[in-house]
């Protein structure tokens, strides 16, 4: 019987074997192919490895599955407990060792997809500030990526893009490196507590900080949380209300840290987020306060030297400065990863 969708004539003979053999060829070739596309995929796309945590109704996008040595580590249901190995453990989405807890999550909420990496530390030591190519100054520049491998940082973000600018109070791993405070700018203030507090730029003295021990500033803003409400203020040299990628950082507890990257600009994927909405995610996961830091190109995320969200322009953007988080002292004997 010719079938309505069949264009071959009616007398034409039916040849299975071929069609098998077709079939067996045709497999072989998809098998291929899909070998050939995962040796291409660029380091850059490992935004798929954290689980994915659906919000608010939200429907799941496409993605890869999470591949074995990324994904989190479990035991059969009647696995006897074990006892946890002293060496540090990693794998794409989490480290752990004696000092330092990194566990990073992929949520996608409405319209929008964030990477929340929830951060402890045993030393305020150990959240620093690098500088691409090593030095401060306008004309340095690097991807996020270099510079966290750079100082060999476990975890790191975009700052503030200090080196676009020729103003603001720059102080960095304890150094003063500019003192020009603005009028409408709100500052971020890491004391040496490892504590975090917002305050208006041109109420303070940089002399005063650094005496006392006062270990980095980022002057970009605004405040997005303080004393755990909202804290965003009714105008700001940037917009509020557009959706743009998004990169902040806000403290739960003492030496326990969020730091948000938000993915934009990727319609069908992820839209970005308004500064409202990204301050509701840190107030929902218990910030204290929180802080925005430089975004849209620049919000990156990296962890264990590989790009962890999709950057909205496609590719990394070459940026002055990060936020990382250090590695332990590995001349004490201890080993990065197992």
């Given at each position: ?5 069949d ?11 071929m ?15 899909i070998v050939?596309?995962?040796?291409l ?5 490992y935004y ?13 996008v496409?993605h ?5 040595q ?33 566990h990073?999550?992929r ?8 990477f ?31 510079t966290?491998?750079?100082v ?6 975009n700052?503030d893009?200090c080196?676009?600018?020729?103003d603001?109070?720059?102080?960095r ?6 003192d020009?405070?603005?009028?409408k ?17 041109r ?8 005496g ?12 997005l ?38 993915d ?11 500064l409202?909405?990204l301050a509701q ?20 995320m ?5 790009v962890?969200?999709?950057?909205s322009?496609?590719g990394?953007?070459?940026v002055s ?18």
């Open positions: 019987m010719h079938h309505p969708t264009s071959r004539p009616d007398d034409a003979p039916d040849m299975p074997q069609r098998r053999s077709a079939n067996g060829t045709l497999g072989l070739l998809l098998c291929a192919m050939l596309m995962a040796a995929t660029p380091a850059s796309e798929d490895r954290a689980p994915v945590v659906l919000r608010n109704n939200a429907s799941p496409a890869r599955p999470i591949p074995m990324a994904a989190a580590r479990t035991q059969p249901p009647n696995a006897p407990e074990t006892t946890a190995s002293p060496r540090p453990v990693s794998n794409t989405m989490n480290y752990v060792d004696a000092d330092t807890e990194i990073i999550e949520v996608q909420e409405g319209d929008y997809v964030y929340a990496a929830d951060v402890k530390l045993s030393d305020a030591s150990q959240l620093r500030a690098g500088f691409a190519q090593g030095k401060y100054g306008k004309n340095y520049r690097a991807y996020t990526s270099k966290a491998e750079d060999g940082a476990l975890l790191a973000v700052g893009y080196g676009f600018r020729n603001g109070i720059i102080i791993n304890g150094i003063l490196y500019r020009k405070a603005q009028e700018i709100q500052l971020l203030v890491i004391d040496k507590e490892g504590d975090l507090r917002i305050e208006n730029e109420d303070v003295d940089a002399d005063a900080l650094i006392a021990g006062v270990i980095h500033t980022y002057s970009f803003g605004p405040g949380v303080i004393d755990g409400q909202p804290a965003l203020p009714e105008k700001y040299w940037l917009s509020l209300s557009a959706h743009e990628p998004r990169t902040a950082i806000g403290q739960l507890g003492p030496l326990h840290y969020l730091i948000v990257t938000v934009g600009r990727r319609s069908g994927y992820s839209d970005g987020v308004t409202a909405e995610i840190f107030i929902d996961r218990g910030c204290k306060v929180a802080y925005n830091l430089d975004g849209g190109g620049s919000a990156t990296v962890m264990d030297g590989r962890v969200n999709r950057v322009g496609g990394e953007r070459s400065d990060i936020i990382y988080i250090a590695a332990p002292d590995l001349s004490q004997g201890g080993n990065r990863y197992d």
